[in-house]
């Protein structure tokens, strides 16, 4: 029995081979229609979320199976205080697969050592977001049509988006990347990404508090919000949160084949008039994940 908690726990080739049967079932849905019919997905969901755990619970039913779960943490036994070593281990009993998000950094992998089933981590913290990463490079590699020889920018919070760090780390085991990273001061990428992950694999990177001065670099531009429940105070996000606002006038410089992603919610971070810009490419950031996420739940399954 295998679980997800981390991304590097995958190898490339893994990644690549749930790639394939994600495009696969794009071309093929109805051969996989049936896939886990009989089978029952938990999403244990300790705080808030909309695009991930819908995300998981469609990826269940196309596959032909069942969702249980809680959407928070007050509807659960957790708020009577049951552990979360505990709580998984009664959900074993009910279901074949568990989603976990939760607060707290760990938790998922301590999950994952109690439960007789699989676990995947659906965001813990601001630790690690490994579907959210399997979507992106699914996204990077549909869009563009390769995983290596790019030039990608991440803007705005970099200090605390778990998303951001867990794709710099995925990202790390291909050819010719290099990463441009672009925030305010305050929320510049942590140094342990940088010396564990950037240095050690010496992947090239500049760091730089001006988006439009390079703008025309970039393949693609990975902006995130300014996250509201990872500051302690409220006067420091506000101080923040609009940093970088990505509109029309900041992408007169870009490469017409840029792609535009955000792992979402958006707040004001990118104009809602490049929605119809044909390089963003969030939304279908969405879509990719649904398909990567069925993947991963037949790979976890062992389901052909």
Do not use: W
């Not at 808030?48 to 509807?75: C, D, H, I, K, W």
């Not at 697969?97 to 760990?106: D, T």
């Not at 990463?179 to 305010?184: A, G, M, Q, R």
């Amino acid at each position: 029995m295998r679980s997800l908690i981390d991304i590097l726990e995958l190898s490339v080739g893994e990644i690549d081979a749930l790639m394939g049967t994600a495009d696969d079932i794009i071309a093929n849905p109805q051969k996989y229609s049936e896939k886990c019919r009989g089978k029952k997905l938990a999403t244990l969901f300790f705080e808030p979320s909309t695009r991930t755990r819908l995300s998981f619970e469609a990826a269940m039913y196309e596959l032909g199976g069942n969702v249980l779960g809680f959407s928070e943490a007050q509807s659960s036994s957790a708020s009577k205080g049951e552990s979360v070593a505990d709580t998984a281990k009664t959900v074993s009993c009910y279901a074949d697969i568990i989603a976990m998000r939760h607060p707290k950094e760990g938790a998922p992998l301590v999950a994952s050592m109690n439960a007789s089933i699989p676990v995947v981590n659906a965001g813990d913290g601001g630790h690690n977001h490994p579907t959210q990463t399997l979507a992106d490079l699914f996204t990077i590699k549909r869009e563009k049509g390769r995983l290596n020889n790019l030039t990608i920018g991440f803007c705005g919070d970099l200090m605390f988006g778990r998303t951001v760090h867990s794709l710099i780390a995925a990202l790390s085991r291909y050819e010719g990347i290099r990463i441009v990273l672009i925030s305010p001061v305050e929320l510049k990428l942590p140094g342990y990404v940088k010396s564990g992950i950037l240095d050690k694999n010496n992947i090239e990177y500049v760091e730089t508090t001006d988006l439009e001065s390079v703008m025309p670099e970039l393949d693609v531009l990975y902006m995130t919000r300014v996250q509201r429940e990872r500051f302690f105070s409220e006067e420091e996000y506000l101080r923040l949160k609009d940093s970088y606002i990505l509109n029309e006038s900041k992408l007169t410089n870009a490469k017409s084949d840029l792609v535009i992603m955000h792992p979402l919610p958006r707040v004001n971070e990118i104009s809602v008039g490049i929605d119809k810009d044909p390089r963003a490419c969030y939304f279908k950031q969405v879509l990719y994940a649904k398909y990567m996420r069925m993947a991963l739940i037949l790979m976890l399954l062992n389901i052909q």
